[in-house]
């Protein structure tokens, strides 16, 4: 699948592939002058939630198939493509009565596999594109799967929408990208087209241009930005969407990177670190034979594996050390915590021989 398959006839296939529209479809007034005016900046295609799953019941719920018939006149009176999000099989049907161009599945849909597979039996025979939001807990295999369910009744049209994933503490973000998770599902299915959602990974205005940036850079193929035409008034999402003319700062500002071939200047650099990576490789596969000695002497002596003072004074000064050469301290606890768990794993094997 190319990004080629999920465009729709008119819109160009430089990137970004944009989507743009408020969090959720509110009153129909909202609705079509947030639509003229990003339609005037050349949006193609309207973004608009009319079911909205909140955390907690009480937030405002959506409004409903009511608005299917505000986003139908959108369409008529800008030329506009537009889409929602679809979290069962009656919305399907009920978006694809009013004429709703392009569907997405929301996180939350996403983690479920039984309502993946009804929304994908909805679709079947369907022509028109179905994008897939990442799950909201860090799992590829449940991405993936729910891909394969869409690809499975043949739809053809497909793509995935990076939107982060939630996690206990919050800190900068109100969803973490982990973009690894989305850089893997690219490595493993090159061809299928990637969004990013700014929006609901940084979950503030400020962070949105910044994210679109990082987005582009990391080669994905275009974003879906909430766009409102009175953010801070805005019924969902009110503190994360941006006015259309901020949108359109945002667009203007970003530098599009080339994805393709690299220079000879830039083969250079990447066979150099594919030379320091083969030397983590080997540094790293000789510390394990040294942690392996000492699980020989652990078993010899009755210790655990396990020395938690030990390894406290590890992560201490190896963090320190790090934050001392302009590296991120949450990364490298990230890497110990990695090189740990292995070291522990060879251990064991050792202790239980
Ligand atoms: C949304 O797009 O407004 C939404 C509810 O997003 P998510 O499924 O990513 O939380
Ligand atoms: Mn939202």
Partial sequence: MKLESIL???????????????????????????????AENGVKIM?????????????????????????????????????????????VYEALKYGVDLLWIGARTTANPFAVQEIAEALQGVDIPVLVKNPVNPDLELWIGALERLSNVGL???GAIHRGFSSYDKKIYRNLPQWHIPIELKRRYPDLPIICDPSHIGGKRDLIQPLCQQAMDLAFDG???????????????????????????????????????????????????????????????????????????????SLTVVQTGRYDEIMNTRVAQAAEMGMDKDFMRVVLEAIHEESVRQQVEILNK
């Fill in 156 to 158: 053809t049209k497909i």
């Fill in 47 to 91: 973004r608009a939630g009319i079911w909205k799953p909140r955390t907690k019941p009480g937030g405002f719920e959506g409004i409903g198939s009511e608005g299917l018939a505000w986003l139908k006149k959108v369409k008529q009176e800008t030329g506009m493509y537009v889409s929602t999000e679809v979290a069962t099989q009656k919305h």
């Fill in 8 to 38: 729709l006839p008119g819109v160009d296939a430089n990137r970004p592939f944009l989507i743009a529209g408020p969090c959720s479809a509110e009153t129909e007034e909202q609705v079509m002058t947030t639509a003229k005016a990003l």
């Fill in 223 to 301: 974003l879906i930005i909430e766009t409102h035409c009175n953010p801070e008034a805005a019924w969902s999402d009110a503190s994360q969407q941006v006015t259309p003319a901020r949108l359109k700062e945002i667009l203007a500002s970003l530098v599009i990177r080339d994805k393709g071939q690299s220079t000879e200047d830039l083969s250079d650099l990447r066979r150099q670190i594919d030379e320091l990576d083969n030397q983590l490789l080997e540094l790293l596969a000789k510390r394990m034979r040294v942690s392996k000695e000492i699980a020989t002497f652990k078993k010899e002596h």
